[in-house]
């Protein structure tokens, strides 16, 4: 993770908290390629406002953000432990029915996210589902607030995802999200099943 990156939700994290909204129409259309129940990881909890509605969805939710500021906001907000988790970090094994990652991954240096995604294709169950989000470009760079982004080409996207391993299928939507900056910015949206 880019130290200014992770500097920025250390020391904004009440800030960022307080402005983050549940995405409710693609959060549910992930849960719904879920079976009931499942074990579902997320990643960059940020608030844990997304946790929060997986949890009263009835799944088994284990949310993790790289800032331990925020995952101590996310933890008081869920009322259960938040893990202070860097993506690298990530060590399970076919441990998850889900991965949930809105928004986080768009902050891992280009040169090293296929090896991340290859953490989180090992972390999946075969079959599991894995959900991401980016913010479009074709080239790295900065925002206004100094935060790292990979700005990536859905092209580039798909043979990154290729590189960490193997998917049965994997679609990229693409739209558009007002940032914390308050700038509109191009997205893509990626879900991935991980090959039985």
Not at 142 to 150: F, I, M, P, S
Request: charged share 20%.
């Amino acid at each position: 993770m880019d130290k200014a990156t992770l500097r920025f939700y250390r020391e904004n994290a009440q800030a960022y908290a307080e402005r983050e909204i549940t995405k409710h129409t693609r959060l549910f259309r992930f849960l719904a390629l879920l079976p009931p129940g499942a074990t579902i990881l997320e990643l960059g909890c940020g608030a844990g406002a997304d946790s929060a509605q997986m949890l009263a969805a009835g799944f088994d939710v284990h949310p993790s953000d790289g800032s331990p500021e925020l995952a101590a906001v996310a933890s008081r907000r869920l009322g259960r432990p938040v893990e202070t988790l860097l993506f690298h970090e990530l060590d399970k094994v076919e441990a998850y029915d889900g991965i949930w990652a809105n928004a986080c991954l768009l902050h891992v240096p280009r040169p090293e996210l296929a090896q991340v995604l290859t953490l989180i294709w090992r972390a999946l169950k075969p079959g599991g589902h894995f959900y991401a989000s980016f913010k479009a470009g074709e080239a790295d760079g900065r925002d206004t607030l100094n935060r790292y982004y990979n700005y990536p080409s859905p092209e580039w996207l798909r043979a990154t995802y290729a590189e960490a391993g193997r998917w049965s299928s994997l679609s990229i939507e693409t739209g558009e999200v007002r940032g914390f900056d308050n700038a509109q910015a191009a997205m893509l949206f990626v879900v991935a099943q991980k090959s039985p």
